[in-house]
């Protein structure tokens, strides 16, 4: 995540990296002196990130554990119950932080969020910490600011590349600058990359590490039209390597046989001393796709073929097979 702030406008971009390929904004408008919110996410309904029209945004890292001891006399709140309602009533981070300092944060002791709003300035949520700050520019990635003195030396390839390209560069308050920050900072698991206005409710979309096609929205044209929902992919031309993402991952057949196909080609290519991580790699994924699948109650027999094929591909690995068998059993119940 990337924040610039310049002559009284605030851009803001962020990429969301995850296995899920279904990707959607949903918009709910202003209703009982509430602000009208977009919010973006996946199919399972949880809001990744979201922004209202009062321009306040906000986004969420997974974290490593980080307890959170600071909870005596505060109110207790599901994850799902702890944004809607920051971003349907709030404007600002100075608002936001008094809210969550009367709120039981330990439903964060792997995640980390970041609010921004349109005068540029931001929270850093990391449970007992509630960061304010206000540097014209500020990148945020999954390490704790509270624990980094220095992000240079965070060990996180992708984003030491996008810091890179801020040191190389003159920052600009622009919507096209700050897509080629966000650029910089993808990775393969980014499933898409939206860049905010914060003042004039612009919001800028691009699919799957594909920066050459864009859509642009307008929040509060969106937001007149009542609440509704997009699918991402959808938004954009069915000839991208995103699109084709989208479909091989609904379909587990597809997933299954694409899968092979990587193991059966990399396994050939990779150096000897590689094939273990080539190994591990390919196992997460398709443990992560397949436990997606159950989450968001797909084809349950789906997520099945893919757990087999764990076992199918890596028999000698106990603990993949072990893993594997297991989610089996429960994903039968």
Wanted: aromatic share 12%; proline share 3%.
């Amino acid at each position: 995540m990337y924040k610039i702030t310049q002559d009284g406008k605030t851009i803001v971009g962020n990429n969301e990296d995850w296995i899920n390929g279904n990707s959607e904004i949903w918009f709910v408008p202003a209703k009982d002196n509430k602000y009208g919110v977009m919010n973006i996410g996946f199919d399972n309904g949880f809001a990744q990130g979201a922004v209202n029209e009062a321009g306040l945004m906000f986004d969420g890292f997974a974290m490593s554990y980080l307890e959170v001891k600071n909870t005596k006399g505060k109110i207790k709140v599901s994850m799902t119950e702890l944004i809607a309602p920051i971003m349907h009533k709030y404007s600002n981070v100075i608002e936001v932080k008094e809210h969550l300092s009367k709120i039981d944060l330990s439903i964060l002791d792997k995640s980390m969020l970041v609010f921004v709003d349109k005068s540029g300035k931001y929270l850093i949520v990391e449970g007992d910490e509630l960061i304010l700050g206000n540097n014209a520019e500020q990148s945020f990635s999954n390490f704790y600011p509270s624990e980094t003195s220095n992000p240079e030396m965070v060990n996180i390839d992708f984003y030491q590349k996008g810091l890179k390209q801020i040191r190389e560069t003159e920052a600009k308050a622009t919507l096209d600058y700050c897509s080629s920050i966000m650029n910089n900072f993808q990775q393969n698991l980014t499933q898409y990359t939206t860049i905010y206005d914060l003042k004039d409710g612009i919001i800028r979309l691009y699919h799957h590490q594909n920066f050459d096609n864009f859509i642009e929205l307008d929040l509060a044209e969106e937001l007149s039209k009542g609440e509704h929902k997009l699918s991402i992919p959808e938004l954009f031309p069915k000839n991208t390597k995103g699109y084709k993402y989208y479909e091989i991952y609904n379909n587990a057949d597809s997933v299954v046989s694409y899968y092979e196909s990587v193991w059966e080609k990399m396994s050939k290519q990779v150096p000897p001393e590689s094939i273990k991580m080539l190994e591990a790699t390919i196992s997460q994924y398709l443990t992560l796709t397949a436990d997606e699948w159950v989450k968001t109650n797909k084809d349950k027999n789906g997520a099945i073929k893919m757990y087999k094929l764990i076992i199918k591909l890596f028999p000698e690995n106990k603990e993949a097979k072990k893993s594997a068998k297991k989610k089996i059993k429960q994903t039968k119940r």
